[in-house]
Each structure stands twice: as C-alpha cells, then as structure tokens.
C-alpha cells in the first residue's frame, strides 16, 4: 500500500474510534482519527488519496454533510458510512451520496476491514459500482415479478411494513421475497443490493 493510501476514521464516540484504529492498523493499514467531521475537512490541506469511514450522527457536520461536501471538492475518497441505525431508507441516502458502504454497529472487524480494502482499491478512475451493469441486469431477469417490485421499492428507500401495505401482502413475506432477491442477485448486503441497481438504473 502507498504510503498515501490512508483510511481516515471519523467518529465522536472516543472508545470506537480507538477500536476501529486497532482493527485496521493490526492488518497493516495506515490509519488517521478524527473526533469529527469538521476536524477531517481542516486537516484536508492536499489532495487525499485512502478512504473514509465515518458515522453519520456527529455534533457539527454530520456523516450526510461530509459526503456532500467530498462529492462537492471531486476529492478521490470512497466513503463507508457506519451508523447505530441503519436501515433502508437511510442505506438507500448514503448510497445516493456516493458511500460505497453501510455498516450497522456493532459490526464484525471483518466487516470492515472488507469494506476498508475495497475502498482503497478504488482508485480515482476506477468505477465504484463494483457490479458491471449488464451483470446487474442479468441478476435482476432472474426474480420473480414479485420480487422486482420488492426490489424497486427497495431502491426507493421504502421500509418493509411500507411494502407489505402497498403491495398488499404480509411483513413477513417481504422478508421472503426480500431474502431471495438478496439470493439471486448475489447482493453480501443491503447496501450493496441498492449500489447495485441504483448504478444500474442510471446508467
């Protein structure tokens, strides 16, 4: 790894700061800690090559502002977001903002660490979709009608409890219909499942 390839930690919560530090130094990384948002944007006095992991509740600047602000100076840091709420349509708003990930606290080291070496093996012209989309669009011809009305509702942020009233069926089977889609597409997570399509949308 270049000596400037370095995973820039923001949280406010001093005690996972420190253990998210530990994690990613004892596999080698090099790792700068910042207690919040605005702290990392004044300390941003070169370009920055790396990446980010940052929580999204923060006093100051929140998680949601800084991604913001990342996309607004076109600076080449891909951003995993981790926050002690996660859910769709939150997963479906930092994916909107270019994060690349979505980790739940208290997430596994694994967890992060995979979603840390992915972020800094995305250089700057490198694509952050991680799926190709004609891959993206195979995986979707493989669901059911039902599950791709699931999914689009996915896509569009909308809770469970949402989906089962407007499709008229019950929580429990959009949780079926959301672990297959989650199966077929071959999608490791919630965020990677809206990255997915979302890219594919777009394109």
């Known amino acids: 790894m270049s000596e400037h390839q370095i995973v820039h930690v923001i949280d406010d919560d001093d005690a996972l ?17 910042y207690g919040s ?24 600047m929140s998680g949601m502002e800084l991604l913001a602000h990342i996309a607004a100076k076109g600076l080449s840091l891909p951003v995993i977001v981790i926050t002690g709420h996660a859910d769709v349509p939150l997963a479906v708003r930092v994916m909107k903002q270019g994060a690349i990930d979505l980790l739940e606290k208290p997430f596994k080291a694994e967890e992060l660490i995979a ?23 195979a995986r979707r011809a493989m669901l059911s009608v039902r599950e791709n009305e699931v999914l689009d509702r996915l896509i569009k942020g909308q809770p469970n409890k949402i989906i089962a009233y407007e499709m008229g069926i019950s929580p429990r089977t959009v949780e079926v219909h959301r672990a297959n889609v989650m199966k077929k597409t071959q999608a490791g997570s919630l965020s990677e499942l809206i990255r997915m399509f979302l890219n594919a949308d777009r394109a």
Do not use: I
């Open 37 to 60: 948002a605005n702290e990392f944007v004044a300390a941003l006095d070169a370009p920055q090559s790396g990446c980010v992991v940052t929580d999204v509740r923060m006093p100051g």
């Open 115 to 137: 979603a840390v070496r992915r972020g800094l093996a995305l250089g700057k012209d490198s694509q952050l979709n991680g799926t190709p989309v004609e891959e993206a669009l």
């Open 17 to 33: 700061r420190d253990s998210v530090r530990l994690f990613l130094v004892n596999e080698g990384l090099g790792v700068r800690t």
